[in-house]
T-cell receptor, first 109, second 117 residues
Framework: KQEVTQIPAALSVPEGENLVLNCSFT??????LQWFRQDPGKGLTSLLL?????REQTSGRLNASLDKSSGRSTLYIAASQPGDSATYLC????????FGAGTRLTVKP | GAVVSQHPSWVICKSGTSVKIECRSL??????MFWYRQFPKQSLMLMAT???????TYEQGVEKDKFLINHASLTLSTLTVTSAHPEDSSFYIC???WGQGGSYEQYFGPGTRLTVT
């Protein structure tokens, strides 16, 4: 059964810093890996989806990489802003989607 | 495109009653729908997968007689929590995909917060 781990569990940074969130998964036979943002009490906002054949995806200040063979993905956030404060979830998709516990990010003004 | 809605967005019910949550794909036909549960400060846990016209497949530990799932059409799935108890209070999120299997992207609804008093 797929297990997804996210490190760190929480992260607090000053505004403007670049940061990296880590995600690891145990079963590399994934179709894709997806990063989401979740604000408190809200649903999921999809950020980036990386297909198994891809190495990375970019959207604005966000860049996600995927190393399927080692079971790792990273989400890079450039020039962080207070509005980036949220919980970030990664999910590995085999025939169903398994989520990590998330990284709770706080960006201080 | 690929919008999924849920209704209601929040609901409060008394212990012992049943509550139904709807999940709709608004602009595509959803062959497969998924139901997740999220307890406070925890991640999403898959409860069940349903394919249109078929019985749902439940994850280990999820009581199928308590959490009734119906996927009667290509745009609607319902989750009924029967004889709800306070421990069923949670955030329930559905997702939908137009194909069956992991290669198809899932589109998530906004979630329904259930509080059982």
């Amino acid at each position: 059964k797929q297990e997804v781990t996210q490190i760190p569990a929480a992260l607090s940074v000053p505004e403007g810093e670049n940061l990296v969130l880590n995600c690891s998964f145990t079963d590399s036979a994934i179709y894709n890996l997806q990063w989401f943002r979740q604000d408190p009490g809200k649903g999921l906002t999809s950020l980036l989806l990386i297909q198994s054949s891809q190495r990375e995806q970019t959207s604005g200040r966000l860049n996600a990489s995927l190393d399927k063979s080692s079971g790792r993905s990273t989400l890079y956030i450039a020039a962080s802003q207070p509005g980036d404060s949220a919980t970030y979830l990664c999910a590995a998709n085999n025939n169903d989607m398994r989520f990590g516990a998330g990284t709770r990010l706080t960006v201080k003004p | 495109g690929a919008v999924v809605s849920q209704h209601p967005s929040w609901v409060i019910c008394k212990s012992g009653t049943s509550v139904k949550i709807e999940c709709r794909s608004l602009d595509f036909q959803a062959t497969t729908m998924f139901w997740y549960r999220q307890f406070p400060k925890q991640s999403l846990m898959l409860m069940a997968t349903s394919n249109e016209g078929s019985k749902a497949t439940y994850e280990q530990g999820v009581e199928k007689d308590k959490f009734l799932i119906n996927h009667a059409s290509l745009t609607l799935s319902t989750l009924t929590v029967t004889s709800a108890h306070p421990e069923d209070s949670s955030f329930y999120i559905c997702s939908a995909s137009w194909g069956q299997g992991g290669s198809y992207e899932q589109y998530f609804g906004p979630g329904t917060r259930l509080t059982v008093t």
